[in-house]
């Protein structure tokens, strides 16, 4: 897993042809992926901006706005198959980022529930660098020394983690393993309500011939409808 400063195709077609796959941000540049137009199949050679403006969003408050299978190809001619994600940017809720997998067996809530994790992995490496002498306290040339060192290093961690939890948070693990649970119910009543509403919605699309700016209006009024606590759940969608 990195951040857009590493995930160049070539970088992607590299660690994939070694056996190893990858979760990153990708930059919004001028960078060709091969797409598949799914109405005609034709391939076009197009940049994520391109992408993302040829297809249709996800409604509603799904985690992710847009999923598109696309050719990664590298420089010796060979190509490679990729997933992009696109969510929105909770920085600008009129803007999105997008994440690159080539892992195809993934799916979108695996693919950015693992990304997640990069920053707590970075805040893990700057604290054993810079106070639990990481990179100070061992010299040796030996591995199983450095490496003894590391898992040492790793339990003053999980001992300084314990001691702050304990001193910062009231809840017992009883409390924090139903909140969790709630949390997994939450989340897995808005997906099946999102499932439900975007078959109804295709639904009244096939039925009625209705345009997109119809379904839109439709959807707007119905979650307008919704007593405040659940519509407090969703997004209306934009303009089409």
């Given at each position: ?113 693992a990304y997640t994790m990069r920053w707590k992995i970075e805040t893990y490496f ?115």
């Amino acid at each position: 897993m990195f951040d857009t400063w590493f995930s160049s195709p070539s970088q992607l077609a590299a660690l994939k042809g070694i056996g190893t796959d990858v979760i990153a941000m990708i930059k919004k540049n001028s960078t060709k992926y091969i797409w598949r137009d799914p109405a005609t199949g034709e391939e076009k050679k197009l940049n994520v901006k391109e992408i993302y403006s040829r297809n249709k969003k996800r409604r509603g408050r799904s985690r992710y706005l847009l999923s598109v299978d696309i050719i990664i190809p590298d420089s010796t001619g060979n190509a490679m198959k990729a997933k992009l994600v696109y969510v929105r940017n909770h920085s600008n809720r009129k803007d999105w980022v997008c994440f690159v997998c080539t892992d195809m067996t993934l799916d979108e809530e695996k693919i950015l529930r693992a990304y997640t994790m990069r920053w707590k992995i970075e805040t893990y490496f700057k604290m054993s660098k810079s106070y639990l002498k990481l990179r100070t306290e061992c010299h040796s040339t030996s591995y199983d020394a450095i490496t003894s060192h590391m898992v040492i290093v790793a339990i003053r961690y999980m001992i300084l983690a314990i001691e702050r939890f304990q001193n910062t948070d009231n809840r017992s693990l009883e409390e924090l393993f139903y909140e969790v649970q709630r949390d997994i119910i939450n989340e897995m009543m808005d997906c099946a309500i999102i499932l439900i509403l975007d078959i109804m919605l295709q639904s009244v699309k096939q039925h009625f011939k209705a345009s997109d700016e119809q379904i839109n209006g439709l959807l707007c009024t119905f979650i307008g409808n919704l007593p405040t606590p659940w519509r407090e759940r969703f997004t209306m969608p934009n303009a089409a």
